[in-house]
């Protein structure tokens, strides 16, 4: 299965330099066949002006889905959203509750729709208190397929999910600097020697310190450069000037 290290850089880089809604939505349509998904969406009710009824979205599901899905006031009853708005993790839609005649209807009409019977939602917190968003994937696979896989999926769906929010915000016009002092001499000191291409226990040795340790600064400074992964982190560690 495709992972977070075989996700283009390019992409990325195009998404933070030339970030509009169409540059997001080519993301979205990206991480879905990076994935092999059937959809996949993001989805936030959060940012200002926005609802549940309204919410910013982008997503890969067909126009006729989603005008039917808003029409009917499907959000009100979805238990892929209002399951997913109480989670603090992701959420696998084999757990979810179809007691209710009215969501049963949903899902059948969404199996028929395309939008895949399988599916993961992922819920996004912050950057600041109350704003909140959900990342979807979903998938036609078996449930053996998709049993085989969906660990992995879900590891590398939270990065993406957090990523894609951190950018939305931004197009919101609400951008969180990036504090470059918050990032610690030992941290860039690691990302320095990933930059020259060591690998993990190489860097260890380098600097004295375990493997895990050296797992935890480029992890740390991953999630202060808001960077989708380490080899994110690295280019744009090179780009603020923190290393060469």
Not at 20 to 25: F, I, N, P
Not at 65 to 85: C, F, L, M
Request: net charge negative; glycine share 6%; with cysteine.
């Amino acid at each position: 299965m495709p992972s977070l290290d075989d996700v283009d850089l390019n992409r990325l880089l195009q998404l933070e330099t030339d970030l509009t809604g169409h540059s997001l939505d080519g993301f979205v349509e990206y991480i879905r066949r990076r994935y092999e998904l059937t959809n996949s969406v993001y989805l936030c009710p959060s940012f200002r002006g926005r609802s549940l009824a309204d919410p910013f979205i982008t997503t890969t599901y067909s126009a006729e889905w989603a005008e039917h899905y808003k029409a009917q006031r499907y959000t009100s009853i979805d238990p892929v959203i209002n399951v997913g708005a109480r989670s603090l993790l992701p959420v696998d839609w084999a757990r979810l509750p179809r007691g209710d005649e009215k969501v049963r209807r949903l899902f059948g009409e969404a199996k028929e729709a395309g939008v895949g019977h399988q599916g993961l939602t992922i819920p996004v917190r912050g950057p600041t208190n109350g704003l909140w968003a959900l990342f979807i994937a979903t998938s036609c696979e078996s449930d053996t397929e998709w049993a085989g896989r969906r660990y992995e999926l879900m590891r590398d769906l939270v990065h993406v999910a957090n990523y894609l929010h951190q950018r939305a915000y931004e197009l919101q016009g609400e951008e969180a600097p990036v504090d470059l002092n918050a990032i610690t001499k030992r941290e860039i000191e690691a990302l320095e020697w990933a930059a020259e291409g060591k690998t993990i226990d190489d860097t260890a040795i380098l600097m004295r310190i375990s493997a895990e340790t050296v797992k935890a600064h480029l992890d740390s400074a991953r999630y202060k450069l808001q960077a989708l992964n380490r080899v994110h982190a690295v280019t744009k560690a090179i780009r603020a000037g923190l290393i060469r």
